[in-house]
């Protein structure tokens, strides 16, 4: 997996968009960027994923710049619950896919 | 959605005792699991890669010995943790891929070792 680099911590305000950003200015053709995020003292949750189009779910939304190099989760409208750590994994899936390297993430924390 | 159950979700052992930790699928078959380790305030390590009806494959420096792997079937892993120290309390935590190539994290184990 290319290593990715994010900011240690974040704060948002209830309701307002959390915006985290990713850098992965190594990642291979076929990599593809996974979010994840863990709540504490649980498994991680899959939250995202894409190769080169921005993607949106029901829970977020994923920029991934032209280049690749980087990406920016975006939690439209964050709640206390979305209180966790997040994490921006690069990764090739295919028969290899499950063998997350987790990095540090960001731990974002949304307030009141 | 699919489900991956981890059991137990805590468990507090003596030092030179052994510990399982089971994972399961439970609408799923899971041909692949995965096993991470996760000490307080750090990431998820990977420890190793469980295959069913097949020996497990271990992530550099972790001792296949002591972190015994069985997955017998398409639906349990179980990871054994044998002659436990106080340095093996961590967080465990279980990752399963279904046929679709999913993946589903179990909610993890919270092992200490007195």
């Known amino acids: 997996d290319a290593k990715t680099t994010q900011p240690p911590s974040m704060d948002c305000a209830e309701g307002r968009a959390a915006n985290l950003p990713c850098n992965h200015s190594?990642?291979?053709?076929?990599?593809?960027v996974y979010w994840y995020r863990q709540i504490h003292s649980q498994g991680p949750q899959y939250i995202i994923h894409?190769?080169?189009n921005n993607e949106t779910n029901e829970m977020a939304s994923l920029i991934i710049t032209e280049d690749r190099k980087s990406s920016t989760l975006i939690l439209p409208h964050a709640t206390l619950r979305d209180t966790a750590v997040y994490y921006c994994i690069a990764h090739a899936g295919g028969t290899s896919y499950g063998k997350l390297t987790f990095g540090q993430g960001t731990i974002l924390t949304v307030h009141p | 959605g699919a489900v991956v159950s981890q059991h137990p979700s805590r468990v507090i052992c003596k030092s030179g005792t052994s510990v399982k930790i089971e994972c399961r699928s439970l609408d799923f078959q899971a041909t692949t699991m995965f096993w991470y380790r996760q000490f307080p305030k750090q990431s998820l390590m990977l420890m190793a890669t469980s295959n069913e009806g097949s020996k497990a494959t271990y992530e550099q420096g972790v001792e296949k010995d002591k972190f015994l792997i069985n997955h017998a079937s398409l639906t349990l892993s179980t990871l054994t943790v044998t002659s436990a120290h106080p340095e093996d309390s961590s967080f465990y935590i279980c990752s399963a891929r279904d046929r679709n190539e999913k993946l589903f994290f179990g909610s993890g184990t919270q092992l200490s070792v007195l």
């Open positions: 894409g190769l080169k």
């Open positions: 190594t990642i291979s053709g076929n990599e593809y």
